[in-house]
Antibody, heavy 118, light 108 residues
Framework: QVQLVQSGSELKKPGASVKVSCKAS????????MNWVRQAPGQGLEWMGW????????TYAQGFTGRFVFSLDTSVSTAYLQISSLKAEDTAVYYC???????????WGQGTLVTVSS | EIVMTQSPATLSVSPGERATLSCRAS??????LAWYQQKPGQAPRLLIY???TRATGIPARFSGSGSGTEFTLTISSLQSEDFAVYYC??????????FGQGTKVEIK
C-alpha cells in the first residue's frame, strides 16, 4: 500500500535550519510529483510548492522562495524540505502529499511539527 | 491566483442529519476540485476528486457536485466520525494549487 512517512518533530532556535524527510513506499516514486503543504497552528492548508520527481525541478509558491528548498534522493524514494534561517512564524506542521498536474493530493504524510523557539 | 471561498465557516449539525458545505472559486476550475477531511492531529484525507468522484474507501454518504465555480459537498447522514474540518482545493490552474479556508462541522 502507498505510504508517505515523514521524519519526527523538530524543535529549533531562530536562525537555525531544519530538514524534513518524506519517504515514499508502495508505488514508483518517480511516477508522481511530490508537494509540500504548511499548516500553521489553528490555521488552514497552504501549498508551498512541488517537485518533479523525474527531473528534480522544484516550483515554489509565492512566499516560499529563498529560505525553502525541495530536494530528492530517488535511490531511497525520499523527498526533502529544508528551511533555513528559521523564524518563529515558521512554526507549523509540514506535510508532504503526492499529486501532480490535474491530480488531487491522494496520499499525505503524517506531518512533521517544526517548532521555532528560543 | 484562484481564490477558493468556503461557507459556512462552522456548521452545527446533529448526528444523523444532512450537512451541506459550499465552495466557490474566483474563476472556473472546470471539475478539477477536491474535498479533504481533516481531524484533529491528523493529516488531511482525500474524500472527493473531479468534483464528484469518491476516493477509494470513502463511504457513499459523502457526495460532491458542481462544476465551474460553484461546488457542494453533502454528507447525507452525519456519523460521529464525520465531525471534522473540510477543505476544498482546486488543482485546475496551478501553480499555485489553492485551498479554501475550511468548514468546521461540529456537533449540535
Amino acid at each position: 500500500q502507498v505510504q508517505l512517512v515523514q521524519s519526527g518533530s523538530e524543535l529549533k532556535k531562530p536562525g537555525a535550519s531544519v530538514k524534513v524527510s518524506c519517504k515514499a513506499s508502495g508505488y514508483t516514486f518517480t511516477s508522481y510529483a511530490m508537494n509540500w503543504v504548511r499548516q500553521a497552528p489553528g490555521q488552514g492548508l497552504e501549498w508551498m510548492g512541488w517537485i518533479n520527481t523525474n527531473t528534480g525541478n522544484p516550483t515554489y509558491a509565492q512566499g516560499f522562495t529563498g529560505r525553502f528548498v525541495f530536494s530528492l534522493d530517488t535511490s531511497v524514494s525520499t523527498a526533502y524540505l529544508q528551511i533555513s534561517s528559521l523564524k518563529a512564524e515558521d512554526t507549523a506542521v509540514y506535510y508532504c502529499a503526492r499529486g501532480g498536474y490535474f491530480d488531487p493530493f491522494d496520499y499525505w504524510g503524517q506531518g512533521t511539527l517544526v517548532t521555532v523557539s528560543s | 491566483e484562484i481564490v477558493m471561498t468556503q461557507s459556512p465557516a462552522t456548521l452545527s449539525v446533529s448526528p444523523g442529519e444532512r450537512a451541506t458545505l459550499s465552495c466557490r472559486a474566483s474563476q472556473s476550475v472546470s471539475s478539477n476540485l477536491a474535498w479533504y477531511q481533516q481531524k484533529p492531529g491528523q493529516a488531511p484525507r482525500l474524500l472527493i476528486y473531479g468534483a464528484s468522484t469518491r476516493a477509494t474507501g470513502i463511504p457513499a454518504r459523502f457526495s460532491g457536485s458542481g462544476s465551474g465555480t460553484e461546488f457542494t459537498l453533502t454528507i447525507s447522514s452525519l456519523q460521529s466520525e464525520d465531525f471534522a474540518v473540510y477543505y476544498c482545493q482546486q488543482y485546475n490552474n496551478w501553480p499555485p494549487v489553492t485551498f479554501g479556508q475550511g468548514t468546521k462541522v461540529e456537533i449540535k
